[in-house]
């Protein structure tokens, strides 16, 4: 009948027009009667009646004219505005003499609604819409991934070159920029402070296509060799660093040495690169230096053509990057593909999944909150059989016993999503206080926003609907006579709707469990993630980077001329242990450089990562010595081309052989701005493994040597103190300036702090989350059991005071009310089981190695802890079961 | 229960019977349209000529039929019912329906009379 849907959707539409102008239309109607009737009149009295007779007759003819008039109003309208009022008197009635009954439906719903609303507000803000840009789903990055490597990684930095090559040789991009970091020093009062900057090429601000809160953002005439150098701000920088104080716009900062103008502020939400500052420069052709003396490498970013898709992107670039190839093989793997990835990826990558798994917690709780309110409807319309079958005896239409238990639902869903949107609001603020800040793009702003609302009002109406009128058709499609005839309150009562209810529980339960094995696996990786060996004692170091201005410090003898005086007087600060310069921060190495091995061939290429550290590295870090020594301050100060390996250098390159004496070539340190000429280094040490490349990645190879043989690379301090780390902080910024006041410390804090806030975050996070809502789950599981329990043995007082009276004992009532109880939870666990070892393939991938996702002691705790909270669900209807006095039991009607 | 799906057929006759009136005399007020109906009927058919109203205004809603304001034979103001395009369609389709069902019903009576 797919005519019907059409006749039933126009006379809908009619009817949904006709709550509007309802009055006109009555008047209209009232005028058709009235002049009906007159006719009908002066027809009977030219027939002969007398005026009265003939008004009454015509009346008895016409049928009773208020009936019509309802029975008008119900045609044209969806609800009428009396009975809309009428029945939600009723439902508030009703709701208030049950109150405990609204206030759970309520709060489960609240908590269901509430959660779903906040994640799914972080979902939309952090991963379907971060980026305020134009085209923003447009905008990918390129990544040059090593085939021969399995994981994911790879460069995405590329030479003045390469980019102009990708612009300008493409076919795939409406637009190419670049972006390549600097470290920015400027002068302010009397000392230095330090920025983060980026160099943005020609066409940034019109790529991104946000205009300058303030000022103006740059023009081309800006980029032109020999204009007036100028600069624009961050808003957060503006904000934290000048208190928003527009007098900076048009000032001259001196940044690096060069007076620059701040042109213009951007708004709060441009983020790129998570910047401070950024400064115009065209790329050129040709070797070129950037940050710390390293070669330029310029991040790219392009926008994709409406049409092209991301492989149609990569396989474009691939053509460049093997034409590059060829001309600079020494810049490319022997094996390599081109990877086309979103700019969101740049930040979220990992992160994703783990807000997805957490989306997935939120649904299957929403899922358990829907059940359980459902189940409480569902009893509740049981025990109110009777009352419907009365209202439908004294006349009560079908429709109408519908809507009754509709307005009652959709009070408590009303109810249940503005607790909800409370609940989401503050929930918002706490978890975007618990969000690792590295891992969200600098963009994206989390709070409730429309689409959010929307899809809690949604989640509100739907769950109404659901749960209303599946007990409101099962509650009114009973015979009129059955219940009301049906006194005695079950010894097989409501079989059916108990049907439902235990099959309800059985999901819930199934559900819940699955959301605690989630949970209990996410904790164990995070534990897991927690006793990762580091292999060094990050406890009681202070870390800051000392970005050094690049005009005064070009060479090995210059960088050397700033730390061996600045490491004297550190390290003779009260409170210090010892100081260390280093390139790189643990648990990572620095750069990766090719080798060779004297007296050893190969075919293939090898690898390690370098290091340049000062003699107090290993002593700082607490890293142990296998064989050999550490540098001394002379051999540092001598810059001897001496190195120190790891265990895992000497077990990969030179197993079985005695290290000691060896001589290593570390061709990538040829190529630095400041390059070593004829790179060979003789080991002198090897220490024991620590961890290189992050903590889930494995250790790879690694040559430390002394910082003093070439002036490039980034600077970083460390100082390992007697009390707290950052107490040493004014002390060491003290002694910086006093070695040179044009020096900064950049992001400086204690080492622990940064591993924790770099590597834990993102898993805590997850962690802490999942926690909340799986227990957030047991407790509404527990709830749901209980009620199931407590309502079905409530509706058997009768059967068991039948029992009692012929013998059975207590322990046997308690017996049989738990056991019932148990035998939903079992089957419902078993599911549960069954269905976490089956979708426990897509949480594998957020767990840390060593923990499977079938893992035994997280599937037995969490197993035995929801048997334990469902145990005790029961026991407590059942102990007031065995309470059961025979006599009043068979009394109770 | 029983008497509403009596009071259902009754009232979907009666949109049939509307339909077919306002396509045998062209527009109509409904007044005149319970006269027809009473005259055709013979008086066989009680009709409370107030349905005939709530019949009227289910068929607007299907947009079956029209309605506009106008002035009757003797100077009254009225509104006047004529049917549609639409109407003349689903007129001929119910009356195909209905002819085929009476047709049903007719020769199962009849199987009752032989037994």
Sequence with gaps: MGNGRIFWLRAFAARALGLFGLRKRDSDFDEEVQAHLQLLVDRFVAQGMLQEEAAAAARRQFG?????????????????????????HYALRSLRRSLAFAAVAIATLGLAIGASTAIFSVIDNVLLE??????????????????SRGEEGGRQGYTSNELLEFAEQNHVFDDVIGASEDLVLYKRGEGVEQLYGVHVTPGTFEFFGMPALYGRVMQPADYQPGAPPV????????????NGDPEVLNKSFVLNGTARTLIGIMPPRFGWFEADVLIPETPVRGVSTGFAGLPATWFLLGRLKASVSKEQAAADATVIANHLAKINPQDYPAHFQVLVKKLG?????????????????VGLLLLIGCGNVANLMLARAT?????????????????????????ESLVLAVGGAALGVLIAWGGLKLIAAAMPQDLIPAESVIELNAPVMFFTLVVAVLTALIFGLAPALQATRRDLNDPVRDSCKGVIGGFRTGRMRDTVVVMEVAVSLTLLIGTGLLMRSFVALREVHLGLQADHVLQTQLPLPEDRYKTAAQVRGFFQPLLARVKALPGVVDATESTSLPPYGFQNSKIEISGKAHQDEWHTLVQQVSEGYFRVLRIPFKVGRAFSEAEINDARKLAVVNETFVSTYLRGEDPMGRRVKLAGLETLADPVRDPWFEIVGVVADVTNQGLQAPIESEVWVPYTVTGSGPQVLMVRSQQTPMALMNDVR????????????AFPSALEDRISQRLYAGPRFAFLLMAIFGCLGLILVTVGVYSVLAYATARKTHEIGIRMALGAERSDVLRLVIRAGLRLVTAGIAIGLFVSLLLGRAIEAQLSRGVKHYDPATLGGTTLLLMGTAALACWIPARRAARVDPMVALRYE | MTDAKKSEVLQGTLDLMILKTLQALGRQHGFGIARRIEQVSRDVLQLNEGTVYTSLLRLLQQKWIAAEWGTSDNNRRAKFYSITARGEKQLAVEKENWERISGVVGRVLQLEGEK
């Design chain 1, 64 to 88: 009773n004219t208020t009936l019509l008039q309802e029975d008008r109003r119900e045609l044209r309208t969806l609800v009428s505005v009396e009975d809309l009022g009428r029945d939600l």
């Design chain 1, 130 to 147: 971060p980026f305020p840009y134009k085209d923003a789903g447009r905008l990918v990055f390129l990544r040059i991934q090593d085939t």
């Design chain 1, 231 to 242: 600069f624009v701000m961050r808003h957060r920088t503006w904000m934290e660093r000048f």
């Design chain 1, 345 to 361: 990826d740049t930040v979220i990558g990992r992160f994703e999944s783990t807000l997805y798994t957490i989306l997935a917690a």
């Design chain 1, 383 to 407: 025990s109110r059989e009777k009352e419907f079958a009365l209202r439908a005896v004294l006349g009560a239409g079908r429709a109408r016993l519908v809507r009754l238990l509709l307005v």
């Design chain 1, 734 to 745: 003290r002694a910086v300036w006093a070695t040179d006041a044009g020096v900064a410390l």
